[in-house]
């Protein structure tokens, strides 16, 4: 029987919209709502009015007033950020998972109360928008989220608080990164919860979308092994993930998520990066009395400046505005730029070329223009494109696949838009066919996640015929390691337990032996993105072993279920893993200077 996931339908009758399920892809940046629009009968994106038109993509900031009673949230907070910082909240994923307290007006917010007040206004613009359109008065009760899929256990959990926090049916008892269903009769276990990973959400859209013009669906069924490769080039972050495509006659599809390969900085902001700084050094030259650092430095630092040099408002409002200037002459550089041999203009007017002597601003009495040739800005990212090679390369070899095994790739990052990035890509897989086996659509770019999300949820609460619908199987290779810290006379050293690229689930079971000295040694559990490269190992927390008589060490037991939930026995005991606290920059390595 075909798996028709095109046509699922809803009886209207005995349906409400509260029991429908919302797909909430909650990103760093940004967040993008999908629904299922049971009058046309399609997944449709919300939108909503920015600055400018509407838009899918609402700004993660959150701004607080000076009581921290109320907020304001999207792109009305975003405006009144750049004139009160110290009262607004940035990228809330970041702090996930961390021992951290976000401090307003000494009232103090962990990151899942944060992030629940962010669904939770999410979920009231999906109720306005619903109201708006379809002339009725909801009640969102289900969602999808969506997670990166580098998320460990304490990031997910954090991330079902705030689903909690927001109003959201966790459908379950207990806080877990996944509920795991094992299936009847079969040696394999499912995701059953509203946590599916990014580059899953995807593959589920990519589905949708093909099932239109494309047999792939009916090639699967028939027992053909598809491999899908999901290439996510974001503002600071690429992914890479690997993802099997396989058939059962009573499930349906399923989609194991094999691979999950992450490298950071590496992204459109980095492409951004490496023109505003050739364009600032050019301008500089032409101009030495302009001073750079107003529009290079970063938010926190401009703010501390301001207060140093007692800016008043109206000289610290025309700093910001040069700086947009600036951003945005880069940003339309960047998407101009597309055939070999074009050249484009970059122009900033005198007015924002600026310095600030004894309290006012100064202009240069010149513009500034440069052009730059397609060639050379190719030229300038080339490195860029090499790393994003290079991640592809490790995930593949961490699936023990080769490149013509992989049978589409699919794009979802924004910054996969720019042309020298699809032909790149193109050229790494050149077996695919470009548009049919290598899958772009620039309005899929960053809405494909949310939609497949919706996708998910509304086959979960459709009736399905034998053979029909989607599963989201467990196990598969790590994204993490995972290791301790140990004291070796007097000096710390990493010792890797769990290597990233292992299948899981797993348990692993180490001697560790206490110190002579004193105090009982302290060890501390991290994980890591990429094995051997360690400036990526980051901590994650630590537990403190009490003294144990007549014992000549512990046997500590490393333990990774289905859900790649991260458990830790010692001597038989289940031992809590305090948080780390958050920190910019948490490499490991420093503990060891």
């Known amino acids: 029987m075909d798996t028709d996931i095109s046509t699922m339908e809803i ?22 709502i999908s629904i299922y629009n049971d009058m046309s009968g399609s997944i449709e994106l919300v939108e909503v009015q920015s600055p400018t038109d509407k838009t899918h993509f609402i700004p993660n900031i959150l ?56 669904i939770k206004k999410l979920k009231e613009i999906c109720e306005n928008y619903l109201k708006e359109t379809q002339k009725k008065n909801y009640s969102i009760k289900h969602a999808i989220v969506t997670v990166p899929a580098h998320f460990f256990d304490r990031q997910i959990i954090d991330i079902l608080e705030a689903c909690r926090f927001a109003g959201l049916d966790l459908e379950t008892q207990a806080i877990q990164p996944h509920i795991v269903k094992k299936m009847e009769n079969d040696n394999f276990n499912v995701f059953d919860g509203i946590i599916v990973d990014e580059p899953l959400a995807a593959a589920i859209h990519f589905l949708h979308i093909k099932s239109f013009y494309s047999n792939i669906i009916q090639e699967i069924e028939q027992g053909q092994r598809k491999y899908m490769l999901i290439f996510d080039l974001g503002r600071e972050t690429l992914n890479v993930s690997i993802i099997r495509f396989d058939y059962h006659p009573t499930y349906g599809i399923g989609l194991n998520l094999l691979v999950n390969k992450r490298a950071k900085p590496l992204g459109g902001d980095q492409i951004d990066l490496m023109i505003m700084r050739k364009m600032l050094y050019l301008c500089e030259d032409v101009y030495p009395n302009f001073d750079s650092s107003l529009i290079s430095d970063n938010s926190y630092r401009l703010y501390e400046r301001r207060k140093k040099e007692q800016w008043d408002s109206v000289l610290y409002n025309e700093v910001l ?50 052009m730059i040739s397609r060639g050379l800005f190719s030229h300038m990212g080339a490195s860029i494109l090499c790393e994003c090679e290079k991640i592809i390369n490790k995930a593949l070899d961490l699936a023990n696949l080769e490149k013509e095994d992989i049978s589409h790739v ?71 390691g995972y290791g301790i810290i140990k004291k070796n006379n007097g000096r710390l050293i990493y010792d890797p337990i769990i290597h990233i690229g292992e299948s899981y689930p797993l348990k692993r079971t180490k001697k560790i032996y206490h110190s002579s000295e004193k105090y009982p040694e302290r060890l501390f559990f991290c994980f890591y993105q990429n094995e051997g490269d360690y400036i990526e190992i980051r901590k994650i927390g630590e537990i403190k072993l009490d003294p144990m008589d007549a014992v000549s060490g512990y046997d500590v037991e490393f333990i990774i279920d289905a859900n790649r939930f991260f458990q830790i026995k010692v001597n038989g005991n289940c031992i809590d893993i305090k948080p780390e606290p958050f920190e910019e920059d948490q490499n490991v390595w420093s503990y060891l200077d």
Not at 20 to 25: A, R, T
Not at 85 to 110: H, M, Q, W
């Open 11 to 32: 009886n209207n009758e005995k349906s409400q919209m509260s029991a429908y399920y919302i797909g909430l892809d909650f990103c760093s940046k940004y967040s993008v």
């Open 63 to 118: 701004l607080f007033d000076q009581n921290s009673s109320s907020w304001k949230y999207g792109f009305e907070a975003e405006s009144l950020s750049i004139l009160y910082p110290e009262f607004a909240v940035y990228s809330i994923t970041r702090f996930l998972g961390c021992e951290y307290k976000i401090i307003i007006n000494d009232r103090e917010f962990s990151p899942a109360e944060i992030a629940g007040i962010i």
């Open 321 to 370: 505005r040069a700086r947009d200037k600036w951003r945005s002459a880069v940003n339309s550089l960047k998407k101009n730029i597309s055939a070999e041999g074009y050249e484009e203009r970059f122009y900033i007017d005198n007015h924002y070329i600026i310095t600030i002597k004894e309290g006012k601003l100064i202009h240069s009495n010149k513009n500034f223009t440069f």
């Open 410 to 480: 699919i794009h979802t990052g924004r910054s996969s838009a720019l042309k020298i990035v699809e032909k790149h890509i193109s050229d790494v897989f050149q077996h695919l066919f470009y548009l049919h086996d290598i899958f772009i659509h620039k309005e899929y770019l960053k809405t494909c996640v949310a939609q497949g999300a919706a996708i998910y949820g509304l086959q979960r609460n459709v009736p399905r015929s034998m053979g029909q619908g989607l599963y989201l199987i467990t196990g598969g290779i790590l994204p993490h």
